[in-house]
Nanobody, 121 residues
Framework: QVQLVESGGGLVQAGGSLRLSCAASGNRISINAMAWYRQAPGKQRELVAAIASGGSTNYADSVKGRFTISRDNAKNTVYLQMNSLKPEDTAVYYC???????????????WGQGTRVTVSS
């Protein structure tokens, strides 16, 4: 099993910044891809940004140039720096990780509990 613990959400005014963190923990785990998703009220969960173990990234068009995803592999932690926040960024943000265990090549998907981000206009 892998536990994902998120932090950093909160209330911010439009134009402000927040930094989300997500730390993965577990016994004999290897974390592969990590990502941030978000779900706004009444909408489907959507990918915000993803980062591979090697560092390659991709972003939703709506956040390109404003958000930056990064990771610290030694700490099994992924970050999301969110700048120039807009009211439409308001959502619950979920951490996502793909992990394998021990010598197994099987990969499993894990989700964090979510952290709320509210951007006021």
């Amino acid at each position: 099993q892998v536990q994902l613990v998120e932090s950093g959400g909160g209330l911010v005014q439009a134009g402000g910044s927040l930094r989300l963190s997500c730390a993965a923990s577990g016994n004999r785990i290897s974390i592969n891809a990590m990502a941030w998703y978000r779900q706004a009220p009444g909408k489907q969960r959507e990918l915000v940004a993803a980062i591979a173990s090697g560092g390659s990234t991709n972003y939703a068009d709506s956040v390109k140039g404003r958000f930056t995803i990064s990771r610290d592999n030694a700490k099994n932690t992924v970050y999301l720096q969110m700048n120039s926040l807009k009211p439409e960024d308001t959502a619950v943000y979920y951490c996502y990780a793909e992990a394998s265990h021990g010598s197994s090549r099987l990969t499993y998907a894990y989700w964090g509990q979510g952290t709320r981000v509210t951007v006021s206009s």
